[in-house]
């Protein structure tokens, strides 16, 4: 699916608007300004705009980037949505439910023309092939777990890569990532048969020196996304794997029964099961989330981790990620 | 889903009936005959039955088990099947068509008020929790590729099982073992997120001593469906791998760009992985489908394996499951 942008983000009276600032932070272009009720304890630090407003400012759609409390779309939501396809714009929701399944919604994008992207609910099919291998090269994040930085660490890559002039796209697997790029697939929502396949038509046939820079998903030592992950690595045929880390957490991410595997254990796994379809595929770096510690104590096990595994390893908010590409061009 | 049975077996002018020849052979208490069409060149050596003649010997289903030329439902199905609903019998499908999409179908399903099983789209959903251990024992095939015996080794190990008086159930996770066992869950038709959360509801928590005997699918070492195979694993938290092999073939079935991996391989690796849901986990035997095989030649590979590996290693047809049953008693 290619979505219609620019947005004018929606956050309503939401709770949490972690996709519509992720929109915000990688592609402010697409972001012409932000609606909120007078409710509203959030600000996107965008210009405040009535439909109107965002239709003279170029908007296409209203993106719906925030968790509203409990999940569901509120029904105070319904009218605003309805009047801005009456206006022209077309929806574009990361929500878990869908724009496709409300029929007050339905009705009114059926009567206006409009379209309604869920981006979390994959409508393509995917076809399996025999799995040639692909031309062009291709970078996947891997992860220790869910929610270490594996979105944050392929765009500030791609980011990287475009500010030296190299050709690359960054290839979203995730709602937020879907909103940011425009297109992509959730591949944790696809049928499990068809993540690898999924995840190589995500990442075509490319020119020689052209980078697909791929979100990762899960965590192969997790015990209930391990297999979205391993789909995932197959289906990406990556050269190489930057592993992501977040280094105070001893557990996974809501599965605390669990401890985290080492970096040494990942990278040897990711590595082994890479090279079912990429013969030359190696971890290139590591990508830490520091987030939670102090200045000194972060540059610290930045450095040490760096050293220990002999691989380049940065915080992309702290250090960037020129050590990362700089290990690609070698 | 709990399917109704017993079933009559339902052929029409199929080409292939490997499901409905997969229930008949392995739960024959649950086929009062079989219906084809005068044309039909496939014979299940079952009772020729009108619908009247099956609802007499206690039919409650009609089993669609065959696989017509081209794959979808033919049209002159349609009427023999609704004929059968409005004779008081339920269907069930392993057909990749789904007959809850068929309209005439539907209509007059809704009408007699009867049930249409398509077991290979599961209908149901399943929650993530924290991945607790479950007690009661679990056993797990796993392979060296798809289509190598995962479901028969299963079956043949649970009636192995029940001939010694254990407490022994077959758990499902393809559309033949689904019909055979009157339950189960289609896996590779599941949502990736949720392949985990599957397999665990599969095979719940159980007495000490109860063993779940669950099919295993793909193989890890699989480019397009290792992902649903390491779901299934973690979910399953085996005691016991039963690993299934080939041994004629050198490449992947319909994949041959890839070479198969060796058993020491598979065992090394399914192991690790089970380990990260149950630390006791280990691969106990080996199942060789040696039907391509002469009886000489085949006796001489399963022997030469199993003292390779120090394993028991069985062709469940020709040698029987005992030997694997065995070392898990021990």
């Known amino acids: 699916m290619d979505i219609t942008t620019p947005y004018l983000l929606f956050i309503g009276d939401a709770i949490h608007a972690k996709t519509a600032q ?19 304890k959030l600000d996107l630090k965008l210009p405040e705009m009535s439909f109107d407003d965002a239709l003279a400012a170029g908007a296409k759609a209203v993106l719906i980037g925030a968790a509203p409390a409990g999940g569901a779309l509120p029904e105070s939501w319904i009218a605003p949505l309805i009047e801005a396809m009456e206006k022209g714009l077309d929806l574009a929701s ?8 409300q029929a007050a919604l339905v009705a009114a994008a059926a009567r206006l ?9 994959p409508t393509e099919t995917f076809s399996i092939g025999a799995y040639a291998f692909r031309p062009g090269k291709r970078l996947l994040t891997v992860g220790t777990d869910c ?22 796209d960054f290839r979203a697997t995730g709602q937020t990532g879907i909103l940011i790029a425009g297109r992509g697939v959730s591949v944790d929502a696809v049928v499990s048969d068809f993540v690898s396949a999924a995840a190589a038509a995500l990442s075509p046939e490319a020119a020689p020196d052209h980078w697909d820079v791929i979100e990762g998903q899960g965590a192969i030592f997790h015990p209930a996304y391990g297999g979205v992950t391993l789909g995932l690595v197959h289906g990406s045929q990556p050269d190489a794997m930057v592993l992501c880390h977040e280094p105070t957490r001893s557990v ?27 013969p030359d595929a190696r971890v290139t770096g590591i990508s830490l989330n520091t987030s939670k510690m102090a200045e000194a104590d972060a540059l610290a096990v930045i450095a040490e981790t760096g ?14 990620v020129g050590p990362l590409v700089d290990a690609l061009a070698a």
């Open 22 to 40: 992720g929109v915000r932070d990688w592609r402010p272009e697409l972001c012409v300004g932000q609606m909120r009720f007078p409710t509203s």
């Open 94 to 101: 990361g929500l878990h439910t869908r724009l496709n399944e």
């Open 113 to 121: 023309g409009r379209t309604m992207f869920d981006v979390r609910h």
């Open 147 to 168: 929610a270490v930085g594996k979105m944050y660490t392929a765009l500030s890559i791609e980011k990287e890569m475009l500010e030296r002039g190299w050709s690359a």
């Open 252 to 278: 996974l991410t809501d599965f605390e029964l669990y401890g985290r595997r080492t970096l040494e254990d990942c990278i040897r796994v990711y590595t082994e099961m890479a090279r079912l379809t990429n």
């Open 307 to 320: 050293q220990r595994l002999g691989l380049p390893c940065v915080d992309p908010f702290r250090t960037g």
